[in-house]
């Protein structure tokens, strides 16, 4: 027999007074888990969404203002260039310095054409790379997939009031050409402005539109989450000729401040949690320390140490904090998948490296609680409990 | 000074009630010899249970002094005074005083436990000298009383102490159970002293010798 075996059998005899301070510990330990894995959860899909969103540097042509000036009097600028990058340019971007971080780059033209009476904006994309980059577009029909196809993807704007659906024909008036178009998929409302968009193949829309070998401006995402987005702004810039890049991470940014403030606060509720379930332990061990008393007492007199008695104390506090540290694992992970949809968070995964942490942690708990009850239970006097009444 | 195993000398010991020091022992002078079976009788209250704690370093004496085997135990260390108790003496209670979660076995081990001793078998060898073998694995709750007193004596000389003391260890069972507890402890003289509390004088007479304590102070 060892001294643990002592404890344990003490601590199952007691199991019933006992589950509060493991209770006490389960709570604690289930909310700091159950913030932890729904919040990694949310921030690790807002870093894939970051890609989803689109592109996080926008490269567009430069507008060459001259700046009119009468005397000493400035009358404001003129914007003047074609307003276009050239589509033989954009392998330019592929040598920038970051090359290695370039996910998509998708061109695109916009251009508008008729449609019946109506004014329409076309936008021409690159099939493969536009759909690497609206990945979360839901789509009824078919994405594009012929990149010389006559066929077109409608924005639900478009669609809906003009009666069009998949697999009906029309045709555009572009800039002195009329082209026949099938609709082969319709995109669901996404908020952004394709609601309104014909979208078709770049280099079809260049035919249409009358704008051979030319773009209005690509999309480039970078495959990193840190990336040096405005460095790579710069060398953008550097690379193709009279371009204008700009980054746009700012919107992620905010969105990943905002849950990252929703975390600390969480964090903050769980540490307060943590103290008291630490006093709910004390408080058991304290009134176990009581209940034992003469036990103690009996351990004293027949050769127990200070360093053992307090070890004994230290085991079950520790005991305690290793049952509700595991237990609490396992509920708050069960928690954040009730919590993560009801805050509209992406479905979280158990992180089981936190499982030796967070039992760290409770056994932590578990000692520290321990000390006030240990102190009185060395100022046991034997002489004292032990006489017989 | 007599060279007996334990020499008591002047030994006094005063408890503070609130402001004031009330001296329940008023100097006792006593000598044990090795191997002897001593009771100590006297009223209640007269101080029986103090003078034992004081042999067992269960408490310290406020004056006067003990000596065990020629050494002054009154001054010691409270690490000394935690081997004293693992290794020179044993401890009989009246309530028995067992540890509710442990078996038979369990409880009498617990002083090698405490002790770091590795091996058992000395648990083992106590419990079949109280001829409990049968019973290693009962939880004191599954025990008669005077099977709980039994594996109490057990526990108390497993560590084969010099000096067993029993506080009222007959208190409370009826008189045949008790008369043979008596005879367990009458039987472990050849290998230690025994010093036993009691208020049965019939009992008493079992032993080697008696000493009256009437208020704080030997009888003569
Ligand atoms: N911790 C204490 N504080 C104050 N007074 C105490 C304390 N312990 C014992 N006393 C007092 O000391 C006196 C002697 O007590 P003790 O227990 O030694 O008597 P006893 O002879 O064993 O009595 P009994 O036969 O009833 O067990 C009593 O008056 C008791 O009230
Ligand atoms: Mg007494």
Redesign the interface.
């Known amino acids: 027999?060892?001294?643990y075996s002592?404890v344990l059998?003490?601590v199952?005899?007691r199991k019933a007074k006992l589950a509060i301070a493991v209770l006490g510990i389960i709570v604690a330990a289930s909310a700091m888990v159950a913030v932890v894995t729904t919040f990694s959860a949310a921030t690790e899909s807002l870093y894939e969404e970051s890609n989803n969103f689109g592109a996080n540097i926008i490269v567009r042509p430069q507008t060459n203002s001259i700046p009119l000036i009468a005397g000493s009097t400035s009358l404001g600028s003129i914007s003047t260039g074609d307003n276009y990058i050239l589509e033989s340019d954009i392998p330019g971007i592929y040598d920038i310095e970051n090359s290695a971080n370039l996910g998509v780059v998708a061109p695109r033209l916009y251009g508008v054409v008729g449609l019946g009476h109506e004014n329409v904006i076309v936008m021409g994309v690159d099939v493969e790379q536009e759909q690497n980059l609206r990945s979360w577009w839901k789509v009824n029909g078919e994405w594009l997939s012929d990149p010389n196809g006559t066929e077109v993807m409608l924005g639900s704007d478009i669609a809906k009031p003009l009666g069009l659906d998949v697999g009906s024909a029309i045709t555009l008036e572009g800039n002195g050409v009329d082209m026949e178009f099938e609709v082969v998929g319709i995109v669901e409302s996404t908020g952004g402005e394709e609601d309104g968009y014909i979208i078709m193949p770049l280099s079809v829309s260049q035919t249409l539109l009358d704008k051979e070998g030319k773009v209005s401006s690509i999309d480039v995402r970078a495959l990193c989450n840190d990336c040096p987005v405005s460095e790579m702004s710069l060398q953008i810039e550097g690379a193709l000729p009279d371009v204008e890049a700009r980054a746009m991470s700012q919107i992620v940014q905010s969105e990943m401040a905002m849950i990252k403030h929703t975390q600390t606060s969480a964090m903050a509720i769980s540490i307060i949690t943590l103290l008291v379930s630490t006093l709910t332990v004390a408080s058991t061990m304290l009134a176990s320390v009581n209940e034992k008393i003469?036990?103690i007492g009996?351990?004293?007199?027949?050769?127990?140490?200070?360093h053992?008695v307090i070890s004994m104390l230290f085991l079950e506090g520790a005991l305690i904090g290793t049952i509700g540290g595991s237990i609490g694992f396992g509920t708050g992970t069960l928690l954040s998948y009730l919590i993560a949809p009801l805050l509209g968070f992406a479905e979280p995964f158990p992180m089981w490296e936190l499982l030796p942490l967070v039992s760290g942690m409770a056994v932590l708990v578990g000692i520290v609680a321990s000390i006030i009850p240990a102190k009185r239970a060395l100022s046991i006097?034997?002489?004292e409990v032990?006489?017989?009444v | 000074m007599s060279n007996g195993l334990i020499h008591a000398s002047g030994l006094k010991k005063s408890y503070k009630i609130g402001p004031n020091d009330v001296e329940v022992l008023h100097g006792i002078d006593m000598d044990i010899e090795n191997g002897e079976f001593v009771s100590i009788m006297g009223q209640s209250g007269s101080g029986k249970t103090t003078l034992m704690n004081l042999i067992g370093m269960l408490d310290r004496p406020t004056g006067g002094s003990i000596l065990i085997d020629g050494d002054d135990i009154t001054t010691i260390s409270r690490k000394e005074m935690v081997d004293y108790r693992r290794r020179t003496v044993g401890f009989v209670f009246q309530q028995f005083h067992l540890i509710p979660s442990l078996t038979a076995y369990e409880n009498v081990a617990l002083p090698l436990v405490f002790a770091g001793d590795k091996g058992h078998s000395a648990a083992l060898d106590a419990l079949e000298r109280v001829e409990l073998s049968h019973r290693l694995d009962h939880k004191p709750s599954e025990l008669s009383g005077g099977e709980q007193q039994r594996v109490a004596i057990a526990r108390a000389l497993v560590m084969s102490p010099k000096i067993l003391l029993a506080d009222e260890p007959t208190g409370a069972l009826d008189k045949e159970t008790g008369e043979r507890i008596i005879s367990l402890l009458n039987s472990l003289k050849d290998d230690m002293t025994v010093v036993m509390i009691t208020h049965n004088h019939e009992l008493a007479r079992m032993s080697d010798r008696i000493i009256n304590l009437q208020d704080g102070k030997i009888k003569e």
């Open positions: 027999m060892r001294l002592v059998k003490d199952f005899r003469r036990e009996i351990m004293r007199a027949i050769g127990a140490s200070d053992q006097d034997p002489a032990l006489r017989s």
